[in-house]
């Protein structure tokens, strides 16, 4: 696990919400759904760092998903730790790719896109209008978006499916067995450096730590 400083470029807003462009080396970059834990490195020390996922990727940076504080501005440098945790894990055979974020900015599912279209998979993303008409740079021309009441007729057409949805998994992603993931949001404090617990999840196999064994869990382990 790598510790560094890095600038976080630029920011702007996305639906209300502020999103970045970080200076991240290469080797230093989060997968879909791995994360980082920043903390500005002048003025007061926060009681806890910021927790921080890969939104996408720009020849600049790495964009950072929704949820910057208020008090980082453009040039700050950041105090940086990870990657860690579990992220996706798309399957090379897939060939229908269903994104799901129907509750909130779809950001987080962005990266897997140039991974799926790399391997010739067909995208489509399930995402609230209001979020889509947000993002600062469009969708490629290949990825279908439909709205989140179209998510039933999806689901039988995937056959992988990355869900994101912060607010808590609907019932018909979590009785859905096909092949899929979603991304788990809890706090994640020490970032697998204590085994604190503050990020455990309740899974049909147990207990299990976010910020080790996820935040990225295969659904059929969701309990």
């Not at 994360?35 to 921080?52: F, I, S």
């Not at 799901?100 to 998979?121: D, F, K, T, W």
């Not at 970032?191 to 207990?207: E, F, I, K, M, S």
Request: glycine letters at 10%; aromatic letters at 6%.
């Amino acid at each position: 696990m790598h510790t560094w400083t890095a600038r976080l470029i630029e920011i702007w807003e996305e639906n209300g919400a502020r999103v970045g462009l970080l200076e991240c080396p290469a080797d230093h970059r989060p997968s879909a759904g791995r994360c980082l834990l920043g903390a500005a490195r002048e003025g007061p020390p926060p009681v806890l760092p910021h927790l921080l996922f890969p939104g996408g990727l720009l020849p600049e940076g790495l964009v950072l998903a929704p949820g910057l504080p208020l008090s980082w501005q453009p040039g700050i440098e950041l105090a940086l730790r990870g990657p860690f945790g579990s992220g996706f894990h798309l399957p090379p055979k897939a060939r229908h790719v269903l994104l799901a974020a129907p509750q909130h900015s779809p950001r987080r599912l962005l990266p897997l896109i140039p991974l799926a279209l790399a391997q010739r998979s067909e995208v489509t993303l399930v995402c609230h209008p209001d979020f889509l008409a947000a993002l600062s740079h469009p969708l490629p021309p290949l990825v279908e978006a439909i709205p989140p009441e179209a998510l039933p007729e999806a689901l039988d057409w995937a056959d992988y499916l990355a869900a994101d949805c912060p607010a808590g998994l609907p019932h018909l992603l979590t009785e859905w067995r096909g092949s899929g993931q979603a991304l788990i949001s809890v706090p994640m404090p020490c970032g697998n450096l204590a085994d604190c617990g503050a990020c455990a999840v309740n899974t049909r196999g147990g207990w299990k730590l976010a910020c080790k064994d996820g935040p990225v869990f295969d659904l059929r382990d969701l309990a």
